[in-house]
């Protein structure tokens, strides 16, 4: 082989060598540039310049877009275009890239090479290209008056350095520019029966981009005040208001969205300001609660509405009157079955009267309704059979036009002290015995006849002066219609002089004891008297 093909065959190796080197990357850092390609951020469809230069040391100039040589036909179908120049010995280059959707997110690198030293490589840049931006976010707006109102928004995402150059209302038919994030705007005569529908868009130098929608109405007051309605409602002790306002014939644009209610003493001093919520029901009604406060009886009411059109022209009022609790119950039985309840009526406003009272009856001891009944007068009578119910309890409420009124009740016990042991109920028999004692027998008859003074017990004690108390015990007595006897015997000496006691009791107390004196005991084997004592009758 002669010395020019060995010279030939040697370069066409090295050749070689470097384009393998070349497409496998195995380069040096990038210390051999005076200028690196930067990463671009631009706009769809824009077009974009990478510069890259070398030292004098290196001749030769590449660049890669995403690994592949730029030259390559299918980097050039892209978009990509290489420009090479070289003045001075210094080797520039121009990597010209259209800025379409397939190449956003590029990796471009700068490759300078010689055929003397090992080639270098820059750094990896990207182009990022921003497209038409998405829409604003937090689109909102506040109402100025009815007529104007405050928009408000935030930016969407944008590259660096890819900025946003405004942003494209669309009011209606009405289409204004602005490079701010707010905007007012307002109309004239607005109509309150119309949706005003709102849409921002943001701007670049690809275009407008999506748009964010919101709609509103524009708020007036109306011609004439919608109907409002309040009704008085009395929860055992609480007193409320049900307040209830009817816009079956409003504009949306025209709905109050404040609602407030003002409580006032007849000497319109303000016991109470609140507010309800104004949010509109499946019935075309805005309805809420209030309390009353406590210590008031008559009271006004006024209730006002307005919206961001301003305050509505009639203010609703009307005076209140409650009906207070009733005082003095009283309850007294009569021929044991028989029982009367008497009440005070309470004070009202002569422009206010009591059309009748609830009454409700409970037997207290078993918290069990009896009955409810309305009575027209202060006072009622009922007859009550059962003898062992004792203790009632009376709810009365009285009721005027509003409804009903605050309640009171009162618990009312019909037990008594007994009375007192009386004639024919009472048997003694006395026998002597040889041993000189004498027994003395005694029956006690009882009859339940009335509940409130019966007795629940019985005490029998035998007293003598000479010995003193030589007997006593106690008997219970049955709540029973059937009579109950009482019987025991005790041994008394003879010729002493003694008595026998008996004290009937409940839970109210105790009877005067009912005394009966034996006197002096006459020796005999059968020496029998008979007392005969009315024990016992029980009347209310």
Not at 108 to 122: E, G, Q
Not at 133 to 146: A, E, M, P, R
Not at 249 to 264: A, D, H, R, S
Not at 357 to 377: A, C, E, G, P
């Amino acid at each position: 082989m002669q010395p020019a093909q060995i010279i030939l065959v040697i370069l066409l190796l090295l050749d070689l060598n470097l384009t393998l080197l070349f497409k496998k990357q195995f380069f040096l850092c990038a210390d051999g540039f005076t200028v690196q390609p930067v990463s671009i951020n631009t706009t769809l469809n824009s077009t974009v310049n990478f510069s890259c230069e070398a030292t004098g040391d290196y001749d030769v100039l590449n660049f890669y877009a995403d690994g592949i040589q730029a030259n390559r036909e299918e980097i050039r179908n892209r978009g990509f275009e290489v420009t090479i120049t070289e003045t001075d010995g210094v080797v520039r280059g121009v990597l010209t890239a259209k800025a379409n959707g397939i190449n956003n997110n590029t990796n471009v690198t700068c490759v300078a090479s010689s055929l003397s030293i090992l080639p270098v490589t820059s750094n990896t840049v990207f182009l990022m290209i921003q497209g038409l931006l998405d829409s604003v976010v937090d689109l909102d707006y506040t109402f100025i008056n009815g007529s104007s109102v405050l928009l408000t928004w935030t930016a969407p995402y944008t590259l660096d350095n890819v900025p946003i150059t405004g942003y494209y209302i669309v009011n209606g038919l009405v289409n204004v520019t602005t490079t701010n994030k707010s905007i007012i705007l307002s109309a004239t005569n607005p109509d309150p029966c119309i949706l005003n529908n709102v849409s921002v868009s943001p701007i670049n130098d690809v275009g407008i981009g999506s748009s964010n929608n919101i709609s509103f109405y524009y708020e007036t007051v109306p011609f004439i005040t919608p109907p409002v309605s309040v009704s008085l409602v009395v929860d055992e002790q609480q007193v409320l208001l049900n307040i209830s306002i009817k816009i079956t014939n409003l504009c949306i644009g025209e709905y109050p969205n404040n609602v407030t209610v003002i409580i006032l003493t007849t000497n319109n001093e303000i016991q109470d300001s609140t507010s309800i919520p104004t949010q509109v029901n499946d019935q075309l009604m805005i309805t809420g609660v209030i309390t009353v406060p406590n210590n008031l009886n008559t009271f006004i009411v006024n209730v006002s509405l307005s919206n961001n059109g301003g305050e509505f022209l009639v203010t609703y009022s009307i005076i209140f009157g409650i009906i207070a609790p009733v005082t003095e119950i009283v309850s007294m039985i009569e021929n044991c079955s028989t029982i009367n309840i008497t009440w005070n009526a309470p004070k009202v406003d002569d422009s206010i009267s009591i059309l009748y009272y609830n009454l409700s009856i409970y037997d207290d001891i078993n918290d069990q309704l009896l009955k409810s009944i309305t009575v027209n007068d202060t006072s009622y009578q009922f007859v009550d059979n059962n003898l062992f119910i004792n203790r009632y309890t009376y709810v009365i409420t009285g009721v005027n036009e509003l409804g009903e009124g605050v309640s009171n009740k009162a618990t009312i016990s019909y037990q008594r002290v007994p009375r007192p042991a009386k004639e024919n109920t009472v048997f003694i028999k006395l026998t002597s015995t040889q041993n000189m004692l004498t027994i003395v027998e005694f029956n006690i008859l009882v009859i339940l006849e009335c509940t409130g003074e019966a007795p629940n017990s019985a005490t029998v004690t035998v007293h003598c002066n000479d010995t003193g108390s030589i007997y006593s015990s106690s008997y219970i007595i049955e709540y029973t219609k059937q009579p109950n006897n009482i019987t025991g015997l005790v041994s008394i000496a003879q010729y002493q002089e003694c008595t026998i006691s008996i004290v009937f009791s409940n839970e109210a107390g105790s009877s005067e004891p009912f005394i009966l004196s034996i006197g002096e005991l006459v020796w005999c084997l059968h020496y029998i008297f008979k007392y005969y004592v009315n024990r016992y009758i029980s009347s209310s």
